[in-house]
């Protein structure tokens, strides 16, 4: 059975939307109303202008073990993997076997010390660097195509305050899978979907999560063109973008932790700092199990292109961030197994 810790004392949910006094109401659209004085602010940026990754900034990872999805690379720290040149971020997944670290520093994992994989790639994280607690969080990037493709740009707890995955939560700001690729449910028949989700429950099998996909974009899609992705993260309430359109809202009473350590009226496990990663993956059980499944070698090398990164914070609300939040009306339902009214 399901722990189910969610409690939302003191604080109330009135038309699907989280209210506190003073700061944030309710709208027409069902959206969450901004305050006039809150603003947001660029807390931290990268635009990628020299001609090497900014090791303030971020860190790559090094591993072999495949993400928990028997994905097909090591991520490297190497210049083939992870660059900086014209102002943009490139992550390149590359057909080569090598050997390296089996897990990243800092996992905390038993097993082999090394491993090998029959792909390199790249991976950035902020983690150790830079962590935060609420904010609006965007990217701008240009995605790959090809069957085995699943590009990421998403952020995890800087520590694991409710436990481990998925206890103390995952917020996924855009993920996509085998971009170009025939798909029947796609407008125009080719995949030109990303996605956002948020990850969340107790240990497996109870773990859980909630997803959204954009619309098909059969021109200018994420493969064929620049797109910014963004999450706004706030007191009980996260949202996603692509190009400033909302594309998923979700708030606490949608999702729980099953951590005996939160505390009643919290928002656990989103009340804690979070840092960033993006990631280029090869094969894996999502992307080969979408769309036309398996993973076609004709796909790689490929590469993530990233213009800029930032972090903006709310001005005027520092304590919740909800006075930010924009209040842009959706109307959708996240999907998903997670149904809180059947808990």
């Given at each position: 059975m399901q722990k189910h810790v969610k409690i939302t004392a003191a604080r109330g949910i009135v038309g699907g939307v989280l209210i506190s006094a003073g700061l944030v109401g309710c709208t027409a659209s069902g959206g969450v109303a901004e305050s006039s004085s809150a603003r947001w602010e660029v807390v931290?940026?990268?635009e990628f202008s020299g001609n090497a990754l900014d090791r303030s900034k971020w860190l790559p990872e090094e591993s072999c073990?495949?993400?928990g999805n028997n994905e097909r690379q090591c991520y490297t720290d190497r210049p083939v993997?992870?660059?900086?040149?014209?102002?943009?971020?490139?992550?390149t997944a590359i057909p080569e076997e090598f050997t390296g670290p089996m897990y990243p520093e800092g996992l905390g994992m038993d097993g082999p010390e090394t491993g090998t994989q029959a792909y390199t790639s790249g991976k950035v994280r902020t983690r150790g660097l830079h962590a935060w607690?609420?904010?609006?969080f965007s990217a701008r990037m240009k995605l790959p195509k090809g069957q085995g493709t699943w590009p990421a740009f998403w952020m995890m707890p800087e520590a694991d305050h409710y436990g481990t995955w998925p206890l103390s939560g995952e917020i996924d700001i855009m993920e996509a899978t085998n971009l170009g690729t025939p798909c029947d449910e796609c407008q125009g028949g080719f995949e030109s979907r990303t996605s956002a989700a948020l990850h969340f429950g107790d240990h497996a099998p109870d773990n859980t999560y909630l997803f959204h996909k954009t619309e098909a974009r059969p021109v200018d899609g994420p493969g064929d063109?620049?797109?910014?992705y963004t999450v706004e993260w706030a007191d009980g309430v996260i949202q996603w973008f692509v190009d400033d359109e909302i594309l998923?809202?979700?708030?606490?009473?949608q999702w729980f932790t099953g951590s005996n350590e939160a505390r009643e009226g919290s928002a656990a496990p989103f009340d804690q700092p979070f840092y960033m990663m993006i990631n280029l993956a090869v094969g894996g059980r999502l992307a080969e199990e979408s769309n036309g499944r398996g993973f076609d070698p004709q796909a790689?090398?490929?590469e993530v292109l990233v213009d800029w990164v930032r972090v903006e914070q709310c001005v005027g609300d520092e304590e919740t961030g909800?006075?930010?939040?924009?209040d842009q009306a959706w109307n959708g339902q996240p999907r998903g197994p997670w149904e809180p009214e059947k808990q």
């Open positions: 931290w940026s990268d073990w495949g993400g993997n992870v660059s900086v040149a014209d102002g943009k971020l490139k992550l607690k609420y904010g609006r063109g620049w797109h910014t998923m809202r979700v708030h606490e009473d790689f090398p490929a909800r006075a930010c939040l924009s």
